[in-house]
């Protein structure tokens, strides 16, 4: 089985739903490795070691002699603070294990380990040869509808601007995606690898996304979920409260909270602020009944609803809306 590259809680109300998340698809390479080729070492000749010389013997007497010609040591001023570290970027080397040199670029050559420390080499001029040309066309091969494509196929994606003079075509394959409701695959080569990318229409224009192969997708590791741990109250349950958490889809909710907080950190950094302390973080409980969670999670549900729908009847009032007929006849 695949790593585990995080380990949390799927938490939503009061459930909580302890997990591991596993990668379901990875772009495969051929793992070559950097070697160094260096000259096979040649033998040293095999020489007897020279005897050693004889130790002299030194005297009590001139042993003393020699201590007190001994200067005393000079009794320096108290240390002072260092200066701050001046801080150099800094490049990556290539060295062996044996030495500490770096090895000119010359010397480095790609190889397959195909036995333990058992390497054969992949030269440049193979690799180039081997590595797709970057197409200059994308043949779309076939359409197809977009909710037959699994999400889990989906790798990187684009915005696709048309050349100029080319603006007609491309709104008329906008428009007939968009009719038909179907989705283009295709094949290309871009930056020296081979692509199977999706062409959909978006809200104004075309977007691609280039997808995994089957082999890179690990259908065999997803986990399958028994419909028969399911009871039909805690389902029913679950449907409302999921059904109470339900709103359009706004994009601009969710934002990426951990480069708000590095910019942050280095603005207070460059100013000389000291860091805030960090929360500590929660730990979410064990769930026991999953059908009191549930009901305990619609009852907070809707009490935080109430206070927000008493507002809006507030604001509407204050805009304009016809006031009571009591307070009218007053």
Not at 34 to 44: I, Q
Not at 113 to 134: C, G, M, Q, Y
Not at 284 to 297: G, N, W
Request: aromatic share 6%; charged share 30%.
């Amino acid at each position: 089985m695949a790593s585990t590259v995080w380990r949390g809680y799927i938490t939503f109300g009061l459930i909580s739903i302890p997990i591991r998340l596993f990668r379901a698809a990875r772009a495969e390479r051929v793992p070559l490795r950097r070697l160094a080729r260096r000259p096979a070492p040649v033998p040293e000749p095999a020489f007897e070691e020279p005897p050693e010389p004889p130790r002299s013997v030194l005297t009590k007497a001139a042993a003393s002699q020699a201590f007190r010609a001994i200067p005393e040591p000079v009794r320096s001023e108290p240390l002072r603070s260092e200066p701050e570290p001046v801080l150099t970027p800094v490049r990556q080397a290539s060295i062996v294990p044996e030495s500490t040199q770096a090895l000119p670029e010359a010397e480095i050559v790609k190889g397959y380990e195909f036995e333990k420390n058992e390497f054969v080499p992949i030269e440049r001029e193979e690799l180039r040869d081997l590595a797709p040309k970057t197409s200059t066309e994308m043949q779309i091969a076939e359409f197809v509808r977009l909710e037959e494509i699994d999400p889990v196929y989906l790798e990187t994606s684009y915005y696709i601007v048309p050349e100029d003079a080319a603006e007609k075509s491309y709104a008329l394959l906008f428009a007939a995606l968009r009719k038909t409701g179907l989705v283009a695959l295709a094949q290309f080569a871009m930056h020296s690898r081979e692509h199977v990318v999706m062409i959909r229409p978006g809200r104004r224009g075309l977007l691609a996304h280039t997808m995994f192969y089957t082999s890179e997708v690990r259908a065999e590791e997803e986990f399958r979920a028994d419909p028969a741990l399911v009871v039909p109250k805690e389902l029913q349950l679950a449907e409302a409260l999921v059904g109470s958490l339900t709103s359009p889809f706004e994009p601009d909710k969710y934002r990426d909270t951990y480069k708000e907080k590095l910019e942050a950190l280095i603005a207070g950094k460059v100013a000389g602020k000291a860091p805030e302390d960090r929360p500590v973080p929660r730990k979410s409980a064990p769930v026991f009944d999953i059908a009191e969670a549930l009901r305990k999670s619609l009852e907070n549900v809707e009490k935080t609803r109430k206070p927000a729908a008493k507002a809006t009847r507030r604001t509407k009032t204050r805009d304009g809306e016809k006031p009571s007929s009591r307070r009218a006849s007053s």
